[in-house]
């Protein structure tokens, strides 16, 4: 898949930051060749093509003009990267890990029912639950569709957010939400889980039977919606995500890297032991090694499994992983 507002949204900016640098390559601002009403009516035109009616359109575009805010945003993301020693301080907390524990235990059937379903483990949905959104809390509150029609006329990455907003309309027209209530982050993402609309069509589930897709208000619609988004993405609820180690002296830098995979065996041979010294798990998982830095301490070693990777196809930051692992770690019962 939002204090101050760097401390109320890190993982929500962190997660924009990166799916705008993939988004593709910075086209001509639109505004240099037409006018926001122009554009808007090629938009409409677009629409109607797909089966947005006139009505949810006008509902959705009432009163929308280009956000400043969004784009103030867009352009001046911090230069400077958190370590990993700073953004764990600030993502998993002592407070979130016992808020963590007490509504995986207040909602434990309903986590219990989507697990089962979706084949993944209630503590991997409650930790991204809660890195996303501070578990429904804060989810953002900028008008979506207004959000998206300024970052797409703006231009600079106007291809993919013209099709993030028609998807959104799509949603509008489909009736799962009303568009007054269409709220989210700055670059769009959506609901307690921080769905793009794109996301929100491929993983968006009606747990619930309700005949919406909600995913501001509903929890079981936004838990099995997080179950499906892992399950579809290759989720494995048979292993973990990884674990800390440590390396020996010497070892070989080229070996760190989610390029490199070999057996926990292997790795055991070449030195490579849990954190604190022990060996490392005796099922023979593959894995790699991949490293994070730290601003007030030396380099940090993780082995990373298959889900490990399922989680960087949610959001493509190594810190972001690794902190849903270890939310989810501090909420394992075993």
């Known amino acids: 898949m939002l204090r101050s507002f760097v401390d109320r949204r890190l993982t929500g900016l962190l997660a924009a930051a990166i799916l705008l640098a993939v988004a593709g390559l910075s086209e001509p601002a639109a505004a240099a060749s037409q006018s926001f009403e122009q554009w808007l009516a090629g938009v409409r035109t677009e629409a109607r093509a797909r089966g947005v009616s006139d009505r949810i359109f006008d509902a959705a575009f009432d009163g929308v003009q280009p956000i400043p805010r969004v784009i103030e945003l867009d352009r001046n993301q911090p230069e400077f990267r958190l370590k990993f020693d700073e953004y764990l301080g600030k993502v998993v907390t002592a407070g979130r890990i016992a808020t963590a524990r007490r509504l995986m235990a207040e909602h434990a059937a309903l986590l219990d029912e989507v697990s089962a379903k979706y084949k993944v483990q209630k503590r991997f949905i409650v930790a991204l639950w809660g890195i996303e959104s501070d578990f429904g809390r804060i989810t953002g509150g900028f008008p979506v569709v207004a959000a998206l029609a300024t970052l797409a006329f703006d231009g600079r990455r106007g291809a993919f957010f013209r099709k993030e907003l028609l998807l959104a309309l799509d949603i509008l027209q489909q009736g799962h939400i009303a568009p007054a209530d269409m709220k989210g982050s700055w670059a769009g993402a959506m609901g307690q889980n921080q769905f793009m609309p794109s996301s929100f069509h491929a993983f968006a ?130």
Request: proline share 4%; glycine share 12%; hydrophobic share 40%.
């Open 205 to 334: 589930v009606d747990h619930n039977g309700d005949g919406h897709k909600d995913i501001w208000g509903s929890l079981p619609d936004v838990f099995a919606s997080i179950a499906r988004y892992l399950a579809r993405s290759g989720w494995n609820d048979d292993i973990t995500w990884g674990r800390e180690v440590e390396l020996p002296k010497g070892f070989d830098g080229k070996l760190v890297g989610l390029e490199t995979k070999k057996p926990l065996s292997a790795w055991q041979s070449l030195g490579v032991r849990k954190a604190g010294g022990g060996d490392l798990p005796g099922r023979d998982l593959r894995a790699a090694v991949v490293e994070v830095t730290q601003r007030n301490a030396g380099p940090r070693h993780f082995v990373a499994y298959e889900n490990f990777e399922v989680i960087l196809k949610w959001n493509r930051s190594t810190y972001f992983a690794i902190a849903v692992g270890t939310l989810a770690d501090a909420l394992d019962a075993r």
